[in-house]
């Protein structure tokens, strides 16, 4: 088992650090809401959208959303002639916007 | 009575959550890290950042372009059959017998052509309309109509569409037929005593019990729709020139024929995202309806 462990080869998936901070921050969230849904059970809210959601649900939104905000931060960059566009401005607002998709969804 | 659940059930979706991350998740890594590198081959990779997420979302650039317009094709396609499969589903579905052996007879016959394989439909429709030896092609000819889907952007076109219909209009029909079938026979009764038209029955009985069957199968074909790949790609190959080339068939290209693994994989991200948008829509509306009397379900 050890050594079957030890030969894995994860070549192939051409592995950057950068990507595996972003995963590993995922698998976080995820771990530390099945720790919180065991010691601080919820019930399901209804927000400004009126459907009922959980905290994965919330969390599901925001990363949905946030991937939507860098897309749009690229393209509108793009469209208004920055060349030289980084990602730190979306980040930020997707940070507000999970914050807000947290409190009022 | 609400009943407490034990959460440890949960560990009986180990097994599938084992296969479906060898089957998904760990590709879907090694997409997102092929999304962000560069590779001439040989398991090479060079850091590029967003590079091509930039490429991409610049609609001046090559792949912008082609991104952009492969996406309109798949919006236009799924507003055109969904534009028909609906209405002419609803249409079928009212007129299909109630009772006695005709319901078995067509339930069985509109149940064909969702059971033949994507593939064997495109065949079949690639066959169909040749000009040398397909019916249609061949008939549509000799009336003297300019028809040929190698060559004509129109024809291709509804060629394709006219498939999809023929392949998929039966999903709509089961799916309203179920929902006409669940209306208790009073309200008829009720219609008929009011002297109520023909039309009034429609809007004011069968299509607000119909509602929640025709959004699962909006909602259904345009996932499908969206996702189309087999069917296009054996009868026109993604032509005449780009006419037909969906995003998915230019994935394939990009990704297969010119093995540019960055450009394929930042333009698979974006095409995921926007998938996994509609289809969440789609869980949500569905199980939104379920629990109508407004509780929130657990």
Known sequence: MIEWLQNLDFAWMAWTWQIALFFGFIALALVTLTVLAVIRPETPRRGILRIATTRGDRLFISLVGSAFIAIFWIAFSTALGVTEIDLWGALGLSLLYGIGVFRYV | MEKPFNNRAWFMVLPVFIIVAFS????????????????FGNNQFFWNGIGWFKELLDLS?????RFIDAMFRNFLFSFLILLIEIPLGIAVALAMPRQGWAVSVSLVLLALPLLIPWNVVGTIWQVF?????????????SLGIDYNYVSGVLAAWITIIIMDVWHWTSLVVLLCY????????????????????????????????????LVIAVLLRFMDSFMIYTEPFVVTGGGPGNATTFISIDLVKIALGQFDLGKAAALSLVYNLIILTVCWVFYTVM???ESKDGRARP
């Not at chain 2, 650039?61 to 372009?65: A, D, I, M, R, V």
């Not at chain 2, 309309?129 to 000819?141: E, H, M, Q």
């Not at chain 2, 009985?205 to 509602?211: E, R």
Request: with cysteine; net charge positive.
């Open chain 2, 24 to 39: 998904a998740i760990l590709p879907l890594m090694t997409v997102v890290n092929y999304s962000v590198q560069d590779t």
């Open chain 2, 129 to 141: 309309g040749r000009t040398d030896i397909g019916l249609l092609g061949w008939g549509l000819t």
């Open chain 2, 61 to 65: 650039s090559e792949l912008g372009g």
């Open chain 2, 287 to 289: 199980t939104h309806y």
């Open chain 2, 178 to 213: 179920a929902g006409l079938r669940s209306i208790p026979d009073a309200f008829y009764q009720a219609a008929r005593i009011d002297g109520a038209s023909r039309w009034a029955i429609f809007c004011a009985i069968q299509l607000p019990k119909m509602s929640r069957v």
